[in-house]
C-alpha cells in the first residue's frame, strides 16, 4: 500500500504543490474578482423583468471579501476542529470508521475542509482506500504549505455551488446578484450548507430541504458557541430571498451576443447594465410551449423554432430556438440553415410580378427535361407526379405547383432572381442551376422570416431587432436602437403577392388555416424538403410575422405527412391566435398603385357579360388586360386604356425587361405540394 502511496503521480501531485508554493506570490488561480460589479438586467418591451446575464468567466475571490459570518458557518458545518487539527481530524476519522463497520462499506466522512479541497482539486470521487489515504497524505501536505486562511480561500473558490456555479464569486451572483462581500447573514447560512450535496441544499433546491439545510448550519453554529440561539431565530425569521432563474434563456442568449458585438466581448464581464428588450415576455412563453407541444406531438426526438416579429419596428417579439430553448442551448431559429423547399417560392412569384407577370398569367405544367450536361438530364415534377395542364399564377402558388415555378424561374433568369432575393435580404448561391426554385439552397428561419417581411408590410423590409435601448448605471446614461425598416419592395408588388398568398390558407397548401383566415387577415407559404425532411410555415397578418421551422437536427425523412401543413401551420395557428388577440382584425391596405378587375379565369382577360364565371382579380397597374374574353364575345368589344402605371418600385439592375406573359386556356387547382429533383418530393 505504502508503494502506492509514493507512486510516480502522486509524488508527481507533491512535487507540483512544493514548486508552487516556492514560486507563486499569491494563490489564486483565477481572475481576481473586480469590485462594484452588477449584472445585466434584461427586460421586455414592457419593462418586465426577464432575467439576468452574468459572466461564465471564474474569478477568484481573497479572503478579506468573504465575509467572516460565511466562514464560521462553513467551518462549523464542515469542519467544526478545522483550527486545531493539521490537515486530518483523527476524531472525525473515528467516528467515519464506525459507520464503515455499520455499514459494511466505505462512507463518505470524517473529510476535514482541507481533504475536501484535496479531493476536489486533485483527486476522484471513487471511495476506496487507497483513495483516501492519498487523500490524507496530501491534505498533511497542504497544511505544510499553506496557513489556515489560504486554504479556507482556496475552498471557498474551488467548491461547487450547484447550478453551474463554481467558487463563491459565481455562488454569490447566481443566487444574490451580489458580490460576496455584501452577503448577508441569512444568504451566508444558506450557503455554507451547500457544499454538503449542491444538488439538494442549494439555494433554488427544494424549500423545504433548503430551509432545513440552513437550520442544520445555524444550529451548528450555536453548539460551537459562534452565534446565540437568539441570532440563530433572528436569522431564521427573515430569511434570504433567492432571485430565481431567469425566463427565455435561448433570447438572452440573442441579447448577449448583440451586446458583445455593440461593445466588444468584456461587456457581459463588465456587466452593470439594464437592456431594454423587444421581446414580449408573455408571447416567449407561449412560444416556446406552442413549440414544444406542437413538435413533441409528431415525434419527440423532432426539433423546432419559432420566430415572432412585430412589421412595423421589426421587434422580435418572440425567438425560440429549439424544444427546449427556454434554457438556452443552439439556437435554431438563427444558426440552423436548412433547405426551405416550396417556402422560396413566393419571392420568385413576387419577382414575376415586377417583370409583367400578373396573379392571372396562365402558364402549362406539362413536365420538361432540362439538359445538366454528360447526357443527363432533370425533370421537375409535381407532387405524386400530376400535372393539371395551364394554371393561373395564383393557383399555381397556392397549391404550389413546382413545374410552373420552374418555368418562371427560366423565364426569370437564375441570376436575376438571387439579385432580387438579395435586395430582400436574403443571400442566395447563383448557380446556373433552375433548382433553386424549388428551395435546394439553405436559409435560417430568421433569414426567411426577414425576406417576406416586406410583402407583408408594403414593400418595407423589417430588420429583426432584439434590443431597443440599454441603460448604463454607472454612467446614468442611455443608448437607444432605432428601428431599420427599408423599402426595397414597391407596395403594388407586395401587396398583389399577398393577395395571392392568401389563397395558400384558405383552399391550397395550408388549407387547415382556412378558419384562422376567414377571421383574420392572413397570408403565408409552406414548404417541405426533400423526402419529408424540414417542415416550413412562415404567415402573416398587417401586424405580425411568424416563422415555424420543424426537423431532426440530423437531417433524415420524418415519413409520409410530414409537410409544412400538417406540422408547421398548426404550430403556427396556435401561437398566432395568442399573439394577434386584442389587435384589429384588418386587412391588409390596398396602395394607389393597384387596381382590381373583373376577368374570366379561364383566359385571364376581361370578363364579358357572356363569361359563365367570373373573378375579380388584383393587378400592379398597367399590368391588367384590356381585352375582353376571345372565348365569350370579346372580339367584338373595343380594348380599354390601362391604368397608369404606379411609381417605379425599388428595381434591382437587370430586372427591367419585360417578360411575354404565356396565354391559354384553365385548369383545375393543381395538387397539394411540390416536387423536387429527379422525383424527390418537396413543397
Known amino acids: 500500500m505504502f508503494k502506492k502511496l509514493f507512486s510516480p503521480v502522486l509524488l508527481g501531485i507533491l512535487l507540483a504543490l512544493t514548486c508552487a508554493v516556492s514560486a507563486h506570490a499569491s494563490i489564486a488561480t483565477y481572475p481576481e474578482l473586480p469590485t462594484g460589479y452588477t449584472s445585466i ?29 460565511l466562514r464560521k458557518a462553513l467551518v462549523a458545518t464542515e469542519d467544526s476542529r478545522f483550527y486545531e487539527h493539521g490537515g486530518i481530524d483523527v476524531r472525525g476519522i473515528a467516528r467515519a470508521l464506525v459507520k464503515d463497520v455499520v455499514k459494511g462499506r466505505l462512507a463518505e466522512g470524517g473529510s476535514t475542509i482541507t481533504q475536501q479541497l484535496i479531493k476536489n482539486k486533485f483527486l476522484t470521487g471513487e471511495k476506496s482506500l487507497d483513495r483516501k489515504v492519498k487523500e490524507v497524505q496530501l491534505a498533511m501536505e497542504f497544511e505544510k504549505k499553506y496557513t489556515k486562511d489560504q486554504i479556507l480561500e482556496m475552498y471557498f473558490n474551488e467548491i461547487y455551488f450547484g447550478n453551474g456555479a463554481w467558487g463563491i464569486a459565481q455562488a454569490a451572483r447566481q443566487y444574490f446578484d451580489k458580490n460576496p462581500e455584501e452577503l448577508t447573514e441569512a444568504e451566508c447560512a444558506i450557503l455554507a450548507g451547500v457544499p454538503k450535496n449542491p444538488g439538494r441544499y442549494n439555494p433554488l433546491g427544494d424549500l423545504a430541504k433548503v430551509s432545513a439545510r440552513r437550520s442544520v448550519v445555524l444550529s451548528r453554529m450555536v453548539a460551537v458557541n459562534m452565534i446565540t440561539a437568539q441570532q440563530k431565530r433572528a436569522i431564521e425569521a427573515h430569511p434570504a430571498t433567492v ?24 461587456i457581459v464581464e463588465q456587466g452593470g447594465l439594464d437592456v431594454i428588450s423587444a421581446m414580449d415576455v408573455n408571447l416567449q412563453k407561449q412560444a416556446e410551449q406552442v413549440l414544444r407541444d406542437g413538435v413533441k406531438k409528431v415525434n419527440p426526438n423532432l426539433q423546432g423554432a419559432l420566430i415572432c416579429m412585430d412589421l412595423k419596428t421589426g421587434d422580435v417579439l418572440a425567438a425560440v430556438g429549439g424544444v427546449d430553448n427556454g434554457k438556452g442551448g443552439f439556437n435554431r431559429a438563427f444558426l440552423a440553415k436548412r433547405q426551405p423547399g416550396s417556402s422560396i417560392k413566393p419571392l420568385i412569384f413576387a419577382a414575376a410580378l415586377e417583370q409583367g407577370y400578373t396573379p392571372a398569367s396562365l402558364l402549362d405544367d406539362t413536365p420538361v427535361a432540362y439538359n445538366k450536361g454528360n447526357g443527363q438530364t432533370w425533370r421537375p415534377h409535381n407532387y405524386e407526379k400530376k400535372s393539371f395542364g395551364e394554371l393561373s399564377l395564383r393557383q399555381a402558388l397556392a397549391h404550389s405547383n413546382n413545374v410552373i415555378t420552374v418555368k418562371l424561374l427560366e423565364s426569370l433568369g437564375v441570376n436575376n432572381f438571387v439579385t432580387f432575393a438579395g435586395r430582400l435580404g436574403l443571400t442566395l448561391r447563383t448557380p446556373n442551376d433552375l433548382s433553386l426554385a424549388l428551395g435546394t439552397d439553405e436559409v435560417t428561419l430568421n433569414d426567411l422570416v426577414s425576406a417576406y417581411s416586406p410583402l407583408a408590410n408594403s414593400g418595407m423590409r423589417s430588420e429583426g431587432r432584439t434590443i431597443i435601448r440599454v441603460y448604463d448605471r454607472s454612467r446614468k446614461s442611455w443608448n437607444e436602437t432605432p428601428s431599420q425598416v427599408t423599402p426595397v419592395l414597391s407596395p403594388a408588388t407586395a401587396f398583389v403577392t399577398t393577395s395571392m398568398m392568401k389563397d395558400v390558407l384558405t383552399y391550397g397548401t395550408a388549407k387547415g388555416l382556412k378558419n384562422f383566415a376567414r377571421q383574420r387577415p392572413a397570408a403565408g407559404k409552406t414548404g417541405t424538403t426533400d423526402d419529408y425532411r424540414d417542415a416550413w410555415f412562415v404567415g402573416y397578418t398587417p401586424q405580425l410575422i411568424t416563422g415555424v421551422w420543424v426537423g431532426y437536427d440530423k437531417p433524415k425523412p420524418g415519413g409520409r405527412g410530414f409537410t409544412g401543413g400538417a406540422v408547421s401551420a398548426p404550430i403556427w395557428e396556435k401561437f398566432m391566435r395568442v399573439a394577434s388577440a386584442g389587435k384589429p382584425a384588418v386587412d391588409f391596405t390596398k396602395p394607389d398603385g393597384v387596381v382590381t378587375v373583373n376577368i374570366d379565369p379561364t383566359t385571364g382577360q376581361l370578363a364579358t357579360p357572356e363569361c359563365p364565371t367570373t373573378k ?68
Open 41 to 69: 438586467r434584461v427586460f421586455d418591451g414592457q419593462q418586465r423583468y426577464v432575467g439576468r446575464i452574468l459572466p461564465t468567466q471564474r474569478y477568484w475571490v481573497s479572503i478579506d471579501r468573504i465575509p467572516l459570518f
Open 616 to 683: 375579380e382579380e388584383d393587378f400592379i397597374a398597367g399590368t391588367e388586360p384590356t381585352t375582353y374574353c376571345s372565348k365569350h364575345g370579346g372580339d367584338t368589344m373595343p380594348p380599354v386604356t390601362p391604368a397608369a402605371p404606379a411609381q417605379p418600385g425599388v428595381t434591382a439592375p437587370g430586372e427591367e425587361a419585360p417578360i411575354n406573359q404565356p396565354a391559354g386556356d384553365g385548369a383545375e387547382d393543381g395538387a397539394d405540394g411540390a416536387t423536387g429533383l429527379e422525383g424527390d418530393v418537396l413543397r
Open 243 to 266: 432571485i430565481k432563474p431567469g425566463q427565455a434563456q435561448g433570447y438572452l442568449e440573442l441579447v448577449r451576443k448583440q451586446l458583445e458585438e455593440r461593445y466588444g466581448a468584456r
